[in-house]
């Protein structure tokens, strides 16, 4: 039987546990995270953005909190809410394809991995004031070259890119 999760320390996002000797972070408040794999005719969105953690700017998948501003939010529509702001992008359909841990030997969050289909550009993205996301689209074929140019320019690069490798993943 596994030892009572206590409660180190939390803010408003964050939470700092211990469970035996084995320290983790979790989401406050069971906020959950949705990321975006985005599609228009062929292209994937890509977001760039400073990340404080990392101290630099980070590449990523569109990506945003569910349940952070409404309690029971459904994932579906805290995906479509967050591609609209962070790239100016409405989707028509959000489709569910599995629930993943990036970091889980220090990280309890998981997140829900969507699809985005039939986008419509509403906008121009960015994200909330003060975040400074800017928005890549790029063709499918040439995301791994994309990929390699911004990190020889020191990007970061967040781990859920590894799923565009598996363009299984992109087939409609």
Do not use: N
């Not at 320390?9 to 406050?28: L, P, S």
């Not at 906008?123 to 063709?139: M, Q, W």
């Amino acid at each position: 039987m596994s030892e009572p999760e206590q409660i180190v320390w939390q803010g408003r996002f964050i939470t700092a546990k211990q469970r035996g000797r084995w320290e983790y972070v979790g989401r406050a408040r069971d906020i959950q995270a949705a990321v975006i794999l985005a599609q228009v005719d062929g292209d994937v969105l890509l977001v760039e953005q400073h990340r404080e953690p990392l101290g630099g700017p980070c590449l990523e998948l569109p990506a945003g909190l569910v349940g952070d501003q409404t309690a029971g939010e459904a994932i579906e529509a805290a995906a479509a809410r967050e591609l609209e702001e962070e790239t100016g992008y409405r989707p028509e359909r959000i489709e569910r394809l599995g629930r993943f841990a990036s970091s889980p030997g220090m990280v309890s969050e998981t997140f829900h991995l969507v699809r985005a289909t039939g986008l419509t550009k509403v906008g121009e993205g960015g994200g909330e004031e003060g975040e400074g996301i800017t928005v890549h689209r790029v063709p499918l074929s040439e995301v791994a070259a994309f990929v390699d140019a911004k990190r020889a320019d020191g990007l970061f690069m967040d781990v859920k890119l590894l799923v565009l490798l598996g363009a299984g993943l992109l087939a409609e």
